[in-house]
Every structure is written in C-alpha cells, then in structure tokens.
C-alpha cells in the first residue's frame, strides 16, 4: 500500500491478538512503529479505553511517544462479551473521557482522530443523541474524524451536513470497505452491525459461488460512492479498511486517479526516510547501509541528531532472517551446498540478476534500478572472488524526477559519484592497490574483520558521494562515505557472513569456505572523485 503514497496508514488495537501494547512483532503497538519508523508511512495507533485505567493508557501512550507516534485513534471499544454491565475497573466510560485525558497529560503533542457514525452508533437509542456525543468527543479536544463505513453516499453526505449544522467544523474522511467475498460481506454487517441495501445483498446472492465476481462487483460500487462523495464536495479524500487486502482497494484507487497520481514513487531523499518527526532534520547518511536501511535505524533509533556518531549496541541481528524459520528458503537461494569460490560468485551474480531476491547485505526483495546500468561490470566481479555488497553508477546533472536517479523536489539536479563496496581476498587486494596507484581519483578504503586498515585517504575526510541541487536551497550532500563510520559498518558486515554460514553442518566445505571469507577476507569501499 505504501507504493499508493497514503496521506497515513493507521492499525488496529489488538488484532493481532494478546496484549497490543507488548514489543511483540504482532502487537499493535509494534507494528505501528515499524511502519512509521522503518516503512516511512505516517502512521495512526487505534487506542480502546474499555476497560483500562488511567495508568494502564498513560503506559500506552507513553510507549507510543518513546517510538515516535503522534497519531491516536481514541476509541471505547467493544464491550466484553460476558459482561451486562460496564466493568468497574474502567476509567473511562466514553471515547470522550479518552480524548479528555490525552489532552489533559500530552497537549497537543498527539494528533487524535475519534469515530464518526453516518447510520448512528449502534448502542444509541437515535441518530441525533449520537451526533451530539460526538460534538463531545471533538469539543473534548479531537483533530479530525473518521466515519464507521456506510452503504450509500447519501448517507455520508447527510451525516457531514447535519455535523456542520451542530458545529462540528474538524475534518471529517469517510470510511470506505469495499466488499472482497462472500465471506466478508457477512463479517461486515457483524462488525458494522449494519444491513446492506437488499439490491447489494441479492446481487452478492447471485455471485455467492464466485468470489471474483464478488470483488469486481464490490469494487464497481465502491468507486461509484467514492465518485458521489467527491463531487458532492462532502470530502475530498477516504479511509480504506483493507482488512489486509490491498488488491480491492489498489483497484478502487486507481480507478478515481487517486493511487500515486504522480505516476513514479516519490524520494525525498536518495533513501527510504523514516516518517518519525525526530528523524524530519535527518539529511545526511554513510553509504554503508543502502541495502539494509532498516539495521541503520535501529542502530540510530536513539540519536537526536544525525549523523552524532554513538553507535551503541549493533543490534544487527534484529534485522537477520531467523535463524531456522526460514533455512530451507535461504539454502534454495544461496546453495543446498557450495564446493568453491566459484561458486559462492555464482550466488552474487544470481543476486545482481534478480533469480534470488535477497543476500544477507541487503534488506529488500531487488536490487536498486540503477545496478542494471553497471549489471555487466558486477558480473564480471562477481565471477572472478569480489564479492559484492553495494554500488552506484557515476550520475552527471539528471533531474530530480528521473525515475531511477531522482530525488527531492522538482526542478532540481541530481549526481552521483561511482561507488563500490565488496569483500576481497587478501593476496588480490594487494596487488588492486598498485593498480588504484595509477588512478589519482580514487580512494578507498579497506579492513579486515581484525581492524587492520589500508586507505589512500589520509586525511580521513568525509567524502559526500551523492548531492542534488534545487531552486533556492543550498547544495544537499545527503549521502556519504564516512571513514569513522566504516569500522562499524564492517563488524556488522563481516558478522553477516554467519547467516549464510550456519546454514551448513559443521565440517562441510561451505562451511570452511564461508569461514575462509569472513576471517580472511578485506572489505572494502572505493570511490571514483570523478563522476
């Protein structure tokens, strides 16, 4: 959904079952933060008091602060089930309490989003009661509101019309679910305890076989809402309920010329930003980690400024793929066994291709378009033991929106200096430095896993290999080769090798071989100053 470039994303409180606040990968809160802090996506945590205590929310909000999140959803809740009455330990009673006490404690430091009900709550007596409980959320302190869904634009329409009359002036984005199965259609009146107009229940009832069909039908009269509420000027955007199915709503979007309208993912930078406001003065970043950006936010989850150099803890490992879940995955890419250095190159280059989607040094399912430009000089590395890790083409002047080089706004220019990065064996490494001799623009620098060091770079100068100039601003350096930070870079690097080494018995050659790399090996990076 990411690639749709949403205003936000916002996930619901406890879906994941247990307790949503834990720092487990399904907690809410968990996967809240990742997707702001890791996936670059503003994000919104849905909060339910029902239940809880003014400390047990303060501990919930607190969490969702020290991660970044700024966005709050307040929401009473379902009541439990086995329960008549409402339980006594709740401090609150309403979603408007919740609203009340977030302001009380933070201010204005979150944005809070409350629930809007075009057709009425379902646990109030009339339409209006409801409408009035919901001026005393938004008087209580709430930003903005996002509408229950509904089944005709009318009733959206209505809803805005009447909020406006009572005074409720705040935003107001309409729900929108669009109908996916057979299935769904009946999770939907159960969680709406709503009742679709009976033209949509007979048309589903003619399709109830055919779950394609269903979808198409469901994304047909979903565009037709959204059209209506559009033109109709009531809202000018929506919020989707995709219940983790993107294809429906992707479909939707497209067709209103509302999915990533600009034709081409927009970079701020020539990495993936974090949408955490702390990182929003973040404008410069060592090389190093390109292929695996979610490790040098981790590693840099605490500065408060970027780069300050207090690397701490490396806590590489958080981003490693575990290390037996998915073993028989990484042996079908990276060798059921490996009898050479030959084939350990092979690996690399099935990498460059796109055969395997991953290696230990980078995070993400492809390589950057732009290796494609260097693709045959990778190869021919690759094939003869250089192993590597992370690269860049030389860019002179390209704008700012080409759609492999860009970044920033538009208008402006972008460049790059040739760069690369690999694992060397000792004996050649030695005779590549007499070459690098002949070549006054390069500089590089080496380690080995032990801290040994060679560079031509003496002065030891932080070398800035991508910039981009743009209408009215200073020129924007915002990657580089650092060489204090090469040294941390390389003890993760070198560590890595690990995740494809203990894929092998102990006393197998793959084993011995991979050992050979990681104790042995030079790491290395090499810039060419003339791009």
């Given at each position: 959904?990411?690639?749709?470039?949403?205003?936000?994303?916002?996930?619901?409180?406890?879906?994941?079952?247990?307790d949503?606040?834990?720092?487990?990968?399904?907690?809410?809160?968990?996967?809240?933060?990742?997707?702001?802090?890791?996936?670059?996506?503003?994000?919104?945590?849905?909060?339910?008091?029902?239940?809880?205590?003014?400390?047990?929310?303060?501990?919930?909000?607190?969490?969702?602060?020290?991660?970044?999140?700024?966005?709050?959803?307040?929401?009473?809740?379902?009541?439990?089930?086995?329960?008549?009455?409402?339980?006594?330990?709740?401090?609150?009673?309403?979603?408007?309490?919740?609203?009340?006490?977030?302001?009380?404690?933070?201010?204005?430091?979150?944005?809070?989003?409350?629930?809007?009900?075009?057709?009425?709550?379902?646990?109030?007596?009339?339409?209006?009661?409801?409408?009035?409980?919901?001026?005393?959320?938004?008087?209580?302190?709430?930003?903005?509101?996002?509408?229950?869904l509904?089944?005709?634009a009318?009733?959206?329409?209505?809803f805005?019309?009447?909020?406006?009359?009572?005074?409720?002036?705040?935003?107001?984005?309409?729900?929108?679910?669009?109908?996916?199965?057979?299935?769904?259609?009946?999770?939907?009146?159960?969680?709406?305890?709503?009742?679709?107009?009976?033209?949509?229940l007979?048309?589903?009832?003619?399709?109830?076989?055919?779950?394609?069909?269903?979808?198409?039908?469901?994304?047909?009269?979903?565009v037709?809402?959204?059209r209506?509420?559009?033109?109709?000027?009531?809202?000018?955007?929506?919020?989707?309920?995709?219940?983790?199915?993107?294809?429906?709503?992707?479909?939707?979007?497209?067709?209103?010329?509302?999915?990533?309208?600009?034709?081409?993912?927009?970079?701020?930078?020539?990495?993936?930003?974090?949408?955490?406001?702390?990182?929003?003065?973040?404008?410069?970043?060592?090389?190093?980690?390109?292929?695996?950006?979610?490790?040098?936010?981790?590693?840099?989850?605490d500065?408060?400024?970027?780069?300050?150099?207090?690397?701490?803890?490396?806590?590489?490992?958080?981003?490693?793929?575990?290390?037996?879940?998915?073993?028989?995955?990484?042996?079908?890419?990276?060798?059921?066994?490996?009898?050479?250095?030959?084939?350990?190159?092979?690996?690399?280059?099935?990498?460059?291709q796109?055969?395997?989607?991953?290696?230990?040094?980078?995070?993400?399912?492809?390589?950057?378009?732009?290796?494609?430009?260097?693709?045959?000089?990778?190869?021919f590395?690759?094939?003869?033991?250089?192993?590597?890790?992370?690269?860049?083409?030389?860019?002179?002047?390209?704008?700012?929106?080409?759609?492999?080089?860009?970044?920033?706004?538009?208008?402006?220019y972008?460049?790059?200096?040739?760069?690369?990065?690999?694992?060397?064996?000792?004996?050649?490494?030695?005779?590549?430095?007499?070459?690098?001799?002949?070549?006054?623009?390069?500089?590089?620098?080496?380690?080995?896993?032990?801290?040994k060091?060679?560079?031509?770079?003496?002065?030891?100068?932080?070398?800035?290999?991508?910039?981009?100039?743009?209408?009215?601003?200073?020129?924007?350096?915002?990657?580089?080769?650092?060489?204090?930070?090469?040294?941390?870079?390389?003890?993760?690097?070198f560590?890595?090798?690990?995740?494809?080494?203990?894929?092998?018995?102990?006393?197998?050659?793959?084993?011995?071989?991979?050992?050979?790399?990681?104790?042995?090996?030079?790491?290395?990076?090499?810039?060419?100053?003339?791009?």
């Amino acid at each position: 959904m990411a690639a749709g470039d949403p205003l936000f994303i916002d996930v619901t409180w406890g879906a994941g079952g247990g307790d949503p606040s834990t720092t487990d990968c399904t907690g809410s809160l968990c996967v809240c933060s990742t997707a702001l802090n890791y996936c670059g996506l503003p994000s919104m945590l849905h909060l339910t008091c029902v239940d809880s205590s003014r400390d047990s929310i303060r501990n919930v909000l607190e969490k969702a602060k020290e991660t970044g999140i700024r966005n709050i959803l307040a929401l009473r809740g379902d009541l439990p089930v086995d329960l008549t009455v409402r339980p006594k330990t709740s401090d609150f009673k309403y979603a408007s309490d919740l609203v009340a006490f977030i302001r009380e404690e933070y201010g204005d430091y979150f944005g809070i989003c409350v629930a809007g009900y075009p057709n009425g709550h379902p646990d109030c007596d009339d339409f209006e009661t409801d409408l009035m409980y919901l001026k005393k959320k938004v008087d209580a302190g709430a930003d903005f509101i996002i509408t229950q869904l509904f089944f005709e634009a009318k009733t959206f329409i209505h809803f805005v019309k009447r909020c406006r009359e009572i005074g409720i002036e705040c935003p107001i984005i309409p729900g929108v679910l669009p109908i996916q199965s057979y299935a769904s259609i009946r999770h939907l009146m159960k969680l709406s305890k709503l009742r679709p107009p009976a033209a949509i229940l007979e048309e589903i009832e003619k399709h109830k076989d055919d779950d394609v069909a269903i979808r198409k039908y469901g994304v047909s009269i979903s565009v037709k809402l959204c059209r209506e509420i559009l033109e109709s000027k009531a809202a000018n955007g929506f919020h989707f309920y995709t219940l983790n199915r993107e294809v429906a709503v992707k479909e939707i979007l497209t067709e209103l010329g509302m999915w990533n309208p600009k034709g081409v993912a927009s970079k701020e930078m020539p990495w993936l930003t974090s949408a955490n406001e702390k990182r929003s003065n973040e404008g410069i970043r060592p090389i190093f980690w390109s292929g695996r950006p979610k490790s040098y936010l981790m590693r840099t989850k605490d500065w408060d400024e970027f780069p300050n150099g207090r690397w701490g803890d490396p806590e590489y490992y958080l981003f490693r793929a575990p290390p037996s879940s998915d073993a028989a995955q990484r042996r079908a890419m990276w060798g059921d066994s490996l009898e050479s250095f030959a084939e350990i190159g092979q690996i690399f280059c099935n990498f460059i291709q796109g055969k395997i989607t991953r290696l230990p040094w980078s995070e993400e399912a492809s390589l950057s378009s732009e290796t494609k430009h260097i693709e045959t000089q990778l190869m021919f590395l690759n094939t003869h033991g250089i192993f590597t890790t992370n690269s860049q083409p030389a860019v002179n002047g390209v704008p700012s929106t080409d759609p492999v080089y860009g970044w920033g706004e538009e208008e402006g220019y972008v460049y790059q200096k040739a760069y690369l990065e690999f694992f060397i064996a000792p004996d050649v490494f030695e005779k590549l430095m007499k070459i690098f001799a002949n070549y006054r623009s390069i500089r590089y620098h080496a380690l080995n896993r032990d801290g040994k060091m060679f560079t031509n770079d003496e002065g030891g100068s932080v070398n800035a290999v991508t910039w981009g100039a743009f209408p009215s601003k200073e020129i924007i350096q915002p990657t580089v080769v650092d060489p204090e930070s090469f040294p941390i870079w390389k003890d993760e690097a070198f560590e890595l090798w690990g995740e494809w080494r203990e894929l092998y018995e102990k006393g197998s050659t793959a084993r011995a071989l991979i050992k050979e790399i990681r104790d042995t090996y030079f790491l290395v990076n090499v810039v060419d100053n003339d791009y």
